[in-house]
């Protein structure tokens, strides 16, 4: 009975100590201490149209149907490499007018889940779309493509030869235009809205042609970065209080043991 009890007693405190030893860690976001104000600076927007009825002279369109599109301002982003809702703090500072942003990094340890949570916002409707992921650092590239919109979060085995130190991550969200179709870019600080005189649809003469001033691109393409920093997984070693504890144990153990054998 006392040696079971002994037994009993170093069996507890063994699954204790085991416990509260350090386990695998799972990659986290660390929100970095830098900061920086960006001010609204200027207000931009792309549309789809049809070639098959787009009107474009004098650097306008004159008519077209558009099929999709979207407006943003510098405050607001199509692709982020972390997910604002996680890492950035979105304060519109009254006294400047601008935004406050402050972002996160990631960290990992060797041969963990390589996980990047890419995010993407002001999708055009009708586009085709084209998401990248290049990791770059410690004299290695890699590239991670996607034409889904859920490649925005990449999920992948580490690299075998991605070891510890610092990488740098982009994200690049691309828009396409499709076949017969094309993009139209115009800022509506940069270029305003005015009418100017120009050649008519069939060039016989000149007419007043008004619009937003801007010019026809196949894609739109926008980058966001992030920095990697990869450990080497540290040797699971007992924390203080298991420490502690199983030398209380032993304590407890030893006292019984000489009682016992008085």
Known sequence: MKGSFSAKLLTTLTAVLMSAIA????AILIRSGGGSTQ??????????????????????????????????????????????????????RPDTGGEFHTDCHYEFYVGDLLELMGETDYEINGA????????????????????????????????????????????????????????????????????DMADNEDHTG????????????????????????????PISVPSPDALILLLSGFGVLLMRYRKQNR
Do not use: K
């Open 39 to 92: 001010q609204d600076s200027f207000n931009e927007t792309y549309r789809l149209y049809d070639l098959a009825t787009l009107d474009y002279r004098a650097s306008r369109v004159v008519s077209g149907t558009s099929i999709g599109g979207y407006s943003r301002n510098s405050l607001h982003f199509p692709a982020y490499a972390t997910p604002p809702a996680d890492c950035w703090d979105n304060i519109i």
């Open 128 to 195: 085709l779309y084209e998401l990248n992921w290049h990791i770059a650092g410690m004299g290695h590239e890699w590239d991670y493509t996607s034409s889904d919109l859920s490649g925005a979060f990449l999920q992948t085995v580490m690299p075998p030869d991605m070891g510890p130190g610092a990488y740098d991550a982009w994200f690049t969200f691309t828009q396409i235009a499709p076949e017969g179709y094309t993009l139209f870019h115009y800022s509506n600080i940069l270029d305003p809205y005015r009418c």
């Open 206 to 233: 000149e007419e007043m042609v008004c619009g937003q001033i801007g010019w026809l691109s196949e894609s739109t393409s926008y980058t966001s970065w992030a920095r990697i920093l990869v450990f080497d997984r």
């Open 23 to 26: 386990t695998d860690a799972n």
